[in-house]
Structure formats: structure tokens, C-alpha cells
């Protein structure tokens, strides 16, 4: 060997030396933090068994198509969720036709239209607070304002409005995220065509940032149909054994038919309540593998 590569093995080695304890001791501390993350997940997802199984051992005896086409009841055995269901359609399809074109108009404005000052920094900052509101300072909001002040009164209407209050920051904040995550390039494109910025947006960043928005919507709407308190306060019925046929009807929605069965001193309707809770579950799930499968699908045919 020639001294030159001695001499370069005799630098090197005291450097080995110094990192190869360093280098286990983080090793080692990151199997340790592994296994404390492998612990709290485990945790959390027997956690949810447990309550799944909960669930079903008292509500599955109970699960039948009487539980769906029934109204309401005072016996058990005849009571069912069908008012309850058509109000909760009725509150989240208005709810949805709200806070889609309100909020997707926000974000566009927003992220393309507005100036970049102090100002839209302030309103993007408010409105990201505004998702961690608890829901039931939003049923406080629609009681004051849809009910008393608009005197819209205890119906559907102030129901969904109060709950696309709800969800509107959430959807808002999907939009800006799916609008921003459109590559620059595409803008400087059609801008380089000749295209106003309205035409940009409609033609090419809208569709583009389409499959984020209707995610972003699908799962604030999932949210929505399980909130209780706003609808609670804003005068949903704990038992209405009729279906709503307007937005200035009276109404009932699961969650709230739910809450009014677990109060209920009979052990019989607090079996049915685990029952109804199966449904919503169903619904819930069924509603996010829908937003899955339109992320999906709308994710292929993107341009780039």
C-alpha cells in the first residue's frame, strides 16, 4: 500500500469511528418511535373495533327494512327512520347546493382574482379558523340569523342553510388547494393564447382542479350529515313522524332521531339507536368510496 493511501485510510478511519456510535444511537431511536407510532395506531383501529362491535352486537337484531320504511313510533318494534332519512336528504342536498357554488366561487376569487395584500391574507386566515369552529356555535349562528332574522322559522330551509354555513370554510378551503395545485404552466399558456382570465379559469384551471373540489365537497358533506347540535338548535324535531315536502317544512334528521332513541329510558330503543347508527355509518362509508372512485376517474384524464 503507498503512503498516500495510508495516510488517506489513517483520516478516515477516526471518522468512522466517531460516527458509527451516533449512527446506532439514531437507529435506535428510530425504532423506538416506530414502535410508538405502530402502538398508537393499533391502538386507535382497536379502539374502533371495539366500538364497531359495540355497535353490532345491540343494533344487529334490529336491522331490517322496517327500520327504513317505517315513520317514527312510540313501540320499538314499529319505530323506523324514514322521516328522519328524507329530512337528512332534504337538509344535505340544500346544504350542499349552497356552500358548492358559494364556496367554489370564494376560492376562485381567492386564488385568482384577488390582490395578494394584507387583506386576502386576512380573509384566508379567518376562514381556515372558521373549520375549526365547534358545530354548535354554527347552530347559535343559524338560530339568530335564518330563524329570527330572516324568519325563515324552524324548517328545511334554515336546517341547510345553517349547515352549509357549516361546511363552507371546509369546502372552501379544498378548493383553494386543488386551485393552487394546477401547474403555473397551464395559466401562462392560455394566457399566452390570447384568453382573458375568466376564460382561463372556466376552460382549463376549473376543470383541472375539478376532481380536488368534488372530493373536498363529498367529504364536508359526510361530515354534515352527522352533526346533531346545529340541527338541534336550529329546530330540527326529536320526533316528526311525517316526510318533509318543502324547504318551509318542519323536519327530523338521523343523527337528531338517533340522540332523541339513546335518550329514551326504554332498553328497546337504545338497541334501535345502535341499529340506526349502523345505517349512518353505511351511508358515510358509501359516500367517501363515492368521492374515492370520482377522485379517481376525474385524476385520469388530467393533461399533464
Not at 471518522?15 to 456510535?21: L, Q, V, Y
Not at 357554488?101 to 370564494?106: D, R
Not at 378551503?173 to 384568453?195: C, D, I, K, N, Y
Amino acid at each position: 500500500m503507498s503512503v498516500a493511501a495510508k495516510t488517506e485510510r489513517a483520516l478516515i478511519e477516526p471518522e468512522r469511528t466517531i460516527w458509527r456510535p451516533q449512527i446506532g444511537q439514531r437507529q435506535r431511536q428510530g425504532k423506538i418511535w416506530s414502535a410508538g407510532f405502530f402502538v398508537a395506531t393499533l391502538s386507535a383501529v382497536l379502539l374502533l373495533a371495539l366500538l364497531l362491535g359495540v355497535l353490532f352486537i345491540r343494533g344487529w337484531d334490529w336491522l331490517s327494512w322496517t327500520l327504513i320504511t317505517e315513520m317514527p313510533s312510540r313501540a320499538a318494534e314499529r319505530s323506523g327512520l324514514n322521516s328522519a332519512i328524507w329530512g337528512t336528504v332534504w337538509v344535505v342536498s340544500g346544504a350542499a347546493i349552497f356552500s358548492f357554488f358559494v364556496g367554489v366561487g370564494a376560492a376562485i376569487y381567492l386564488e385568482e382574482y384577488a390582490a395578494r395584500n394584507w387583506m386576502t391574507t386576512f380573509l384566508k386566515t379567518n376562514i381556515a379558523n372558521l373549520a375549526g369552529v365547534p358545530s354548535v356555535v354554527y347552530g347559535l349562528l343559524g338560530l339568530a340569523l335564518f330563524v329570527e332574522i330572516l324568519n325563515a322559522g324552524r324548517t328545511v330551509l334554515a336546517g341547510a342553510l345553517t349547515m352549509g354555513l357549516l361546511i363552507l370554510p371546509i369546502i372552501i378551503l379544498a378548493s383553494q388547494e386543488s386551485l393552487r395545485a394546477v401547474p403555473l404552466g397551464l395559466r401562462q399558456a392560455a394566457f399566452g393564447m390570447g384568453a382573458t382570465r375568466w376564460q382561463v379559469v372556466r376552460a382549463h384551471i376549473l376543470p383541472a382542479a375539478m376532481p380536488g373540489i368534488l372530493t373536498g365537497t363529498i367529504l364536508a358533506v359526510s361530515r354534515a350529515i352527522g352533526e346533531t347540535a346545529p340541527l338541534i338548535v336550529v329546530g330540527a324535531a326529536a320526533y316528526f313522524p311525517y316526510r318533509p315536502d318543502g324547504l318551509f317544512s318542519q323536519y327530523t334528521a338521523m343523527p337528531v332521531q338517533i340522540y332523541q332513541w339513546t335518550g329514551r329510558p326504554q332498553e328497546e330503543f337504545r338497541d334501535l339507536a345502535a341499529a340506526a347508527i349502523i345505517i349512518l355509518l353505511v351511508l358515510l362509508l358509501s359516500m367517501n368510496a363515492i368521492a374515492i372512485v370520482i377522485r379517481q376517474r376525474l385524476s385520469s384524464r388530467k393533461r399533464w
